[in-house]
C-alpha cells in the first residue's frame, strides 16, 4: 500500500471515531488528481464524471484507490466525503 491510500484510512478512521465520540457527523474533503485519468484520460479534458480511469503511474493508482475507498466509506455513519477533481 501506499502512504496516500494509508494516510487516507488512518485519518478517516481516526474522524469516524471523532463523530461516535461527539455524536456529530464530520465533513472531509479528499482532492483528485488528473493522475486518476491517466494519459488517455487527459487527452479529453475537460473529463466528465464518467470518464474512465486508467492510471499509468503508482500515484495516479493510488489517488484512484483513495477515491474509490471513499465511494465506500461514504456509506459509514458519521462521515460526509467529498472528492473534488480541481482541475
Do not use: W
Request: aromatic share 4%; net charge positive; hydrophobic share 45%.
Amino acid at each position: 500500500q501506499s502512504v496516500i491510500v494509508d494516510g487516507f484510512r488512518n485519518l478517516a478512521a481516526a474522524l469516524e471515531r471523532s463523530a461516535a465520540a461527539t455524536g456529530r457527523r464530520v465533513r472531509m474533503l479528499t482532492v483528485g488528481s488528473a493522475a486518476e485519468l491517466g494519459f488517455t484520460g487527459t487527452q479529453k479534458l475537460p473529463a466528465g464524471e464518467h470518464a474512465p480511469c486508467e492510471p499509468t503511474s503508482d500515484y495516479g493508482r493510488a489517488k484512484l484507490a483513495v477515491t474509490r475507498l471513499v465511494c465506500e466509506a461514504r456509506s459509514t455513519v458519521g462521515l460526509e466525503i467529498v472528492v473534488a477533481r480541481t482541475f
